[in-house]
């Protein structure tokens, strides 16, 4: 039951992190890249162009990672993982 409960409970907050997506990183980011999930406080995101991967990797990540934790808390978002596909 416990266990249900905190699978539920990470579920919601993916949910509400993948729908903050667009606000968090802005129209053009939101749509070349996309969330895909959240597993133990890490936010994977599915990114089409290579140059943009590149871009988001070392350039805007840490902004875009102080956005998602001033939103959701440090417990929630630990890290994101930029990937290409």
Do not use: C
Request: hydrophobic fraction near 45%; glycine fraction near 8%; aromatic fraction near 8%.
């Amino acid at each position: 039951m416990l266990m249900q409960k905190l699978g539920l409970k990470e579920r919601l907050r993916e949910t509400e992190v993948i729908g903050a997506w667009n606000s968090i990183v802005g129209d053009f980011l939101a749509a070349h890249s996309a969330p895909v999930t959240l597993r133990d406080g890490i936010l994977y995101v599915r990114v089409l162009q290579p140059a943009l991967h590149y871009e988001l990797e070392r350039i805007a990540k840490p902004k875009i990672l102080a956005r998602l934790k001033q939103r959701f808390g440090g417990r929630t978002i630990r890290d994101v993982r930029f990937r290409l596909g």
